[in-house]
């Protein structure tokens, strides 16, 4: 998290800027980031008790306070497209308006590859980083558990299987290579867009190499 927050102040000091801009909303790259947990997020803007809904709560109790929140949703939704429909529509508008917001504490269910909490393993050691109302980073502490991993690859082959009808065999060297993994954290930041808020381009096709148009 500190690492992300640095990257914009060095960002912004290299494209000569103090303000980091996109269709009306900015946000000052020195400033410290806002912290605000995934529950905290769901209960000031969404008005829900994010916490009381993990599963095993099922998708149809979520979808009904999405429902009371102003969100629509779908009969066949699970409980992870309800979350990101909530997100989508009534939380990320709000992050990264005037400083940066670091979100964080995400489900569990909706963290496969990241750590469990240890004091809450319904959630997971990640975070996402916004500016100006879009992504930047999504960060977590890896889950080096092999056991565990092998039990949320396989919940996921039976999720596929009921919605699609097929699954695919769990990779058994990836789940080799975790056991002999130490303890590490990654960060994936989208460089396109950290570099076109500091450009203050207006569009992503601006700084890319080669625009998606010609692809």
């Known amino acids: 998290m500190q690492d992300c927050a640095a990257v914009l102040a060095v960002a912004a000091k290299t494209a000569g800027t103090t303000q980091f801009s996109l269709r009306g909303r900015a946000i000052d790259p020195f400033a410290a980031p806002e912290r605000l947990t995934v529950a905290q997020a769901f209960s000031r803007y969404a008005g829900t008790d994010l916490l009381a809904l993990l599963p095993p709560q099922p998708a149809a109790v979520f979808a009904a306070a999405a429902n009371a929140a102003g969100v629509r949703t779908a009969p066949d939704d699970t409980w992870g497209d309800v979350f990101s429909r909530v997100l989508v529509e009534k939380i990320e508008p709000h992050l990264g308006l005037g400083q940066a917001t670091i979100l964080y504490d995400y489900p569990a269910i909706q963290s496969p590859l990241a750590r469990p909490k240890a004091s809450d ?94 692809i």
């Open 121 to 214: 393993p319904r959630l997971a050691d990640r975070f996402e980083l916004y500016a100006c109302g879009i992504e930047l980073a999504n960060g977590c502490a890896e889950l080096t558990d092999a056991a565990e991993q092998r039990k949320r690859l396989e919940e996921q082959m039976l999720e596929k299987e009921r919605v699609y009808g097929e699954r695919y065999p769990i990779d058994e060297d990836f789940l080799t290579a975790l056991s002999m993994m130490p303890d590490a954290c990654g960060v994936a930041l989208g460089l396109d867009r950290l570099v076109m808020l500091a450009a203050g381009a207006t569009h992503i096709d601006d700084v890319v190499w080669t625009p998606s148009s010609a």
